[in-house]
């Protein structure tokens, strides 16, 4: 079976100390899968493996069957994205250019059609007031969710979200995740998202834990 995505047998260390070891994970077409994750216990740098980002020690990553090592940067791009927690934007361009660099690069669509994109998005999920704001000028939520919108303006078929819900209002959090979801099933794409104490899951297909230098089903 040709999986969306498969981690098979990673192992990364940090000199010589585990985070993960023999870590297998599947991710299946429009399923969504939450990881449970604590402090610095590898969360971000499982999503960092997942998006291809990350060098681990053994194992092997693939999408749709084919390992991510024969995949050109611009295949990558249309596979797997990932927001990251605060970092990522550039800070000299606004959000707006921070979200048309990556399309203009790895697609061939002229800047009208990309700004259509983006503009029809950040409308949906009610994120005009970022678009000509920059990075220095947002608070730690926001450059969560001007990433967001660079991701969902790229549109991949899988997406990473890195602990997206931490400092969130509850009518914040509730709105966003409703908005989310539903954009994830009308275009058929796939979720993993990391997940703290107090966060929502119940969205999901799956969810998992990391404990023991492996993921084992959360409750």
Same mark, same amino acid.
């Given at each position: 079976?040709?999986?969306?995505?498969?981690?098979?047998?990673?192992?990364?260390?940090?000199?010589?100390?585990?985070?993960?070891?023999?870590? #297998?994970?599947?991710?299946?077409?429009?399923?969504? &899968?939450? $990881?449970?994750?604590?402090?610095?216990? =590898? %969360?971000?740098?499982?999503? +960092? $493996?997942?998006?291809?980002?990350?060098?681990?020690?053994? =194992? /092997?990553?693939?999408?749709?069957?084919?390992?991510?090592?024969?995949?050109?940067?611009?295949?990558?791009?249309?596979?797997? =994205?990932? @927001?990251?927690?605060?970092? %990522?934007?550039?800070?000299?361009?606004?959000?707006? !250019?921070?979200?048309?660099?990556? $399309?203009?690069?790895?697609?061939?669509?002229? /800047?009208?059609? $990309? !700004?259509?994109?983006?503009?029809?998005?950040?409308?949906?999920?009610?994120? #005009?007031?970022?678009?000509?704001?920059?990075?220095?000028?947002?608070?730690?939520? @926001?450059?969560?969710?001007? /990433?967001?919108?660079?991701?969902?303006?790229?549109?991949? *078929? &899988?997406?990473?979200?890195?602990?997206? +819900?931490?400092?969130?209002?509850?009518?914040?959090?509730?709105?966003?995740?409703? *908005?989310?979801?539903?954009?994830?099933? !009308?275009?058929? &794409?796939?979720?993993?998202?990391?997940?703290?104490? %107090?966060?929502? #899951?119940?969205?999901? #297909? @799956?969810?998992?834990? &990391?404990? /023991?230098? @492996?993921?084992?089903?959360?409750?």
């Amino acid at each position: 079976m040709s999986y969306l995505l498969e981690l098979k047998e990673v192992s990364l260390a940090y000199d010589d100390n585990f985070i993960f070891k023999n870590l #297998d994970l599947t991710l299946n077409e429009n399923e969504i &899968i939450t $990881i449970k994750t604590g402090v610095l216990d =590898g %969360g971000s740098s499982l999503l +960092q $493996i997942c998006n291809s980002s990350l060098n681990v020690q053994s =194992g /092997n990553i693939f999408y749709k069957g084919v390992n991510t090592k024969k995949l050109s940067d611009s295949q990558l791009f249309k596979t797997v =994205g990932m @927001q990251l927690e605060s970092e %990522g934007l550039l800070s000299m361009y606004t959000v707006l !250019e921070n979200c048309k660099l990556p $399309i203009s690069f790895h697609s061939k669509l002229n /800047n009208t059609e $990309i !700004e259509k994109n983006i503009f029809y998005i950040s409308a949906k999920f009610e994120f #005009d007031y970022l678009l000509n704001k920059y990075p220095y000028q947002l608070n730690d939520v @926001q450059l969560r969710l001007a /990433n967001l919108l660079r991701l969902l303006s790229s549109n991949p *078929k &899988i997406f990473l979200l890195d602990e997206i +819900q931490s400092g969130m209002s509850d009518k914040l959090r509730a709105g966003l995740l409703d *908005k989310l979801i539903k954009h994830l099933k !009308e275009q058929e &794409i796939s979720l993993i998202m990391t997940i703290t104490a %107090g966060d929502m #899951d119940y969205f999901a #297909d @799956q969810k998992l834990e &990391i404990n /023991n230098l @492996q993921l084992n089903r959360h409750k």
